[in-house]
């Protein structure tokens, strides 16, 4: 592996370290849970993908063919971490808002985050 190769997969390897560090930190010190859904979410994803990419950059610069795993991990990663955070935030708005503070939606239905049971439409 050349030198050049070496300091790219190391960068990755910091950046994804750093991306993670601030994610995980994020979590912990911000107040609000709709904020601290961004930080795993945003970051922490990132760091992960950086790490991912890295090891597959590396194995395939060392000749060791494709990294399927790492592929199939970053996909299945990206894929569902937006899912997952668009489903807690959901919970997190039916739980703590009040239907009646709510403006009307324009489309004479409720809001669909607030959508209790099948009935309401």
């Given at each position: 592996m050349?030198?050049l190769?070496?300091w790219?997969?190391?960068?990755?390897?910091?950046?994804?370290?750093?991306?993670?560090?601030?994610?995980?930190?994020?979590?912990?010190k911000?107040?609000?849970p709709?904020?601290?859904?961004?930080a795993?979410?945003?970051?922490?994803?990132?760091?992960?993908g950086?790490?991912?990419?890295?090891?597959?950059?590396?194995?395939?610069?060392?000749g060791?063919?494709?990294?399927?795993?790492?592929?199939?991990?970053?996909v299945?990663?990206?894929?569902?971490?937006?899912?997952?955070?668009l489903?807690l935030?959901?919970t997190?708005?039916?739980r703590?808002?009040?239907?009646r503070e709510?403006?009307?939606?324009?489309?004479g239905?409720p809001?669909?985050?607030?959508?209790?049971?099948?009935?309401?439409?």
């Amino acid at each position: 592996m050349t030198a050049l190769a070496e300091w790219l997969v190391a960068a990755l390897l910091v950046m994804g370290g750093s991306f993670g560090l601030i994610g995980s930190y994020g979590l912990l010190k911000l107040k609000q849970p709709m904020q601290r859904l961004h930080a795993p979410t945003k970051a922490t994803t990132m760091g992960v993908g950086a790490a991912l990419v890295a090891s597959a950059l590396g194995l395939a610069l060392l000749g060791q063919g494709t990294a399927w795993q790492e592929i199939l991990v970053s996909v299945f990663l990206f894929l569902t971490a937006p899912v997952s955070a668009l489903y807690l935030a959901k919970t997190h708005l039916l739980r703590t808002l009040d239907r009646r503070e709510l403006p009307p939606s324009g489309t004479g239905a409720p809001w669909a985050t607030l959508s209790r049971d099948p009935g309401d439409s």
